[in-house]
Each structure stands twice: as C-alpha cells, then as structure tokens.
C-alpha cells in the first residue's frame, strides 16, 4: 500500500505502467497443469528450437578462458563490427561499428529509443493492434501512445492515415515489422510512405525488426535503409527469435547522433552492457549460415500452414499471416469479448492463447495463438477446437 503523503510512495512515471497481461495466462496454465490437466501452450513467443550447440559452446569457451570481466558499456568491438556487416549486407543499413549498441535483449533498446526520444507530454504513434509492451514503454517515458489501427492505414493509405492520427504534439512512430500479434509485414512501399510522412513532419522513427527473418510472403524491408531516414531512425534488433536465445538477453540497436550518445547513456547507468561470454555467443550465432535461417523459416511456415488450416475448419476465420509465429484469428464465433473467448477456450479445451484486446482495442474479437511449438502441439490443438465445435 502506498501513502501518497508520505515519502515511501511511487515515483508518479510509473502510475499509468502497467504488468504484463500475459503473466496472468502464464499462471492460470501452470494451475491447470499443477492439477495434472494437459494444456495446449500457444499462448507462448518462444522458438520451436533450442539454442544452436555451436552457440552455447562459444559461451562455455568465453568463460573457460575467463572472458568473465567488464566489457565496453556499448560492446565488445569485434561484435560491434559484426553487426555492423550484417545490417550493411541483410538491412541495406550503412552503419560504423560507432552506430552499433549491443542491449539486453531487444527490450533494452526499445526502452532506450523511446526514453531518449520521447519529452512528457509527447505523442508517439503506434500501429495497432501492437506488442503489448510498447505502450508501456511509452507511458513510462510519460508521454502517450497514439493508437493508428494498422487494418485502416492498409486499406485506406498510410500516409492519409498517419496524417489523420497524428497531434501537433507526435514526435515519433513506432514501426514493426513483422508485426507482433497479426503477422502483418508491411512492404518497401508502405515503408516509403511512412518514411515520406516521418520526413514532412520531422519525426522520429523507432523501427523494431524482432521478427525480420521470419517473412513466408513479401520480403522484409528495413525502413532506415530508405534516403534521409537513417539520421531518423533507431532501429532495434534481438537474438531472441531468430537464434532461439530468449534467456540469454541478447539484442542490439543501430542509430546515429545525437540519438546513439543518448541510446549509450541508457544502457551505461542501466545494466552496464551485457553479460562478456553473451557476447562471445553472439559473435558465434551471426556466423550461422542463411541457409540455415532459411531452413528454420520453411519450418515455420509448415506449423503455420497447419495451425492456420485448422483454424479455418473450425469457423475461426484466419488469413495466413505474412511473417513472425503468430496467427490472429477472428473469435467472434466463441465470444465477442476476447477475454471471455481466450477463457471459454482454456476452460473447455484447455488450449490456452491471448485475448486480442491485450494488443490494443484494434485486436478485440481476436486472439493470439503462437505456433512455434511441435507439429504435435498444434496437431492436438487443432483436434481439441474439432471437439469444441463438433
Ligand atoms: C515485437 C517484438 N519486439 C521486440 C521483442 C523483444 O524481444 P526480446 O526482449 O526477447 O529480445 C519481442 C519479443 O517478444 C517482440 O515480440
């Protein structure tokens, strides 16, 4: 209990912050499991796959051969300089090792980008339905989330559309592609038009490209690689989805000055870099071969095919979704309050997913189910829906 009179009470930044919804599903699936009931888990973000070995044994070598000190707060050169290959050869981005931040994750360089871009008081627009944290990040830099529905903006023109959302107080857009829940990727032209809007009114563009090697349709486009958006773009990346290295925290951004001074700054007097022998796995998992990106995705669209088959034939209406792991269905059929759909399934087929409305009120009527889990996973739940609507 906080005493707003007395000294032990919050700093006022953090009242509109909210936890993560998804904890809740977590723990109501751990309850149901602790009774000994089966649960189909695609309420999940994680990879299908375990961290490569050659990637874990390059963390045991860093270690064995005491790489266990301080490294750079912004990281170990050699990394820097990798990255900034990969982004020259794979993003179309020009960048010096200089405007290269490794971060915790990609977490860690989406609080820094919109901790140094965004003023209280302060609009940031944000396509919508959007991973749920971001406009966490927002509010807690004290400013507020525009929500611009992404469905719209399609169908009636991005730059009409983000024209028609935006305050005299917007001062940066969020863009990501492959979009976390709905699949969307937006393509090189929707990427100039926002580009062409972020340019005539001088905004800030906060790319996230978690999911840019998971695109089944379209190719993934890096919108700092269009003229004059470099110098406005902080761009972040992590190896969570692609390498399967959620636990180990391990992400990076790109941006140039004044923005990297300040991305830099964040993560000194946060976290002081990231783990040293992190950092020697890093190195090792950019080495992993295309082909092997590329055999992983063909992986992933044949969970997604499957799960999104299988959806249709239970009257939950889905169109295949172009990239990340997730399909977005429409629930209505189950109930028109996402939350009363994603609980009427976890009750009566024990598949647990997460409601729409998480993502933002565009995602209501929906849920998210993950498909990064066995063949058998999303086998058993496609037959568990066959039951519920036999
Ligand atoms: C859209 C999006 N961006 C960024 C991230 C950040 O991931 P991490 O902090 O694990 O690198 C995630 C993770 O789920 C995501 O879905």
């Known amino acids: 209990m906080t005493n707003r009179q007395s000294g032990i009470r919050l700093a006022k930044r953090l009242d509109e912050v ?173 990427a100039e038009e926002v580009a062409a809007f972020a340019i005539q009114r001088d905004l800030v563009v906060i790319a996230d490209e978690a999911y840019e090697d998971l695109v089944y349709e379209g190719a993934h486009f890096s919108i700092a690689s269009l003229p004059g958006m470099a110098e406005r773009t902080i761009t972040t990346y992590t190896f969570s989805k692609t390498h399967a290295m959620t636990g180990w925290r391990a992400g990076y951004a790109v941006a140039q000055e004044p923005f990297m001074t300040a991305l830099r700054k964040i993560v000194l007097y946060s976290t002081n870099g990231v783990s040293t022998p992190v950092q020697y796995a890093m190195i090792e998992a950019l080495k992993t071969p295309q082909a092997e990106i590329a055999r992983r995705r063909e992986e992933y669209r044949q969970r997604r095919d499957l799960l999104v088959a299988g959806l249709n034939e239970a009257g939950l209406e889905c169109a295949p979704p172009a990239g990340a792991f997730y399909a977005f269905p429409n629930v209505e059929k189950v109930h028109k309050v996402s939350r009363t759909a994603a609980q009427i399934l976890l009750e009566k087929a024990h598949i647990a997913t997460i409601p729409g409305s998480v993502f933002g009120a565009q995602g209501e009527g929906h849920l998210r189910f993950g498909y990064a889990v066995s063949f058998r996973e999303i086998e058993d739940c496609v037959a568990a829906l066959r039951r519920l609507f036999a």
């Open 18 to 190: 909210g936890f993560s919804d998804i904890v809740q599903v977590r723990n109501k699936v751990a309850e149901l499991r602790a009774e000994g009931q089966q649960v189909h888990p695609m309420h999940m973000g994680e990879p299908y796959f375990e961290t490569p070995d050659q990637i874990k044994y390059a963390a045991i070598k860093a270690l064995a051969e005491n790489q266990t000190h301080y490294a750079p707060s912004s990281g170990l050169l050699p990394l820097r300089q990798a990255l900034a290959a990969k982004l020259a050869a794979r993003n179309g981005i020009e960048a010096s090792a200089d405007e290269v931040l490794v971060t915790v994750g990609g977490m860690q360089g989406l609080y820094a980008a919109f901790q140094c871009v965004l003023d209280p008081g302060d609009d940031a627009m944000v396509f919508s339905p959007f991973w749920t944290p971001i406009s966490d990040l927002v509010t807690g830099a004290q400013a507020r989330p525009l929500l611009v529905p992404t469905i719209t903006a399609r169908r009636n023109g991005i730059r009409k559309t983000l024209e028609q959302f935006s305050t005299p107080k917007t001062r940066a857009i969020y863009y990501n592609t492959p979009q976390n829940p709905s699949g969307v990727v937006f393509t090189r032209a929707e």
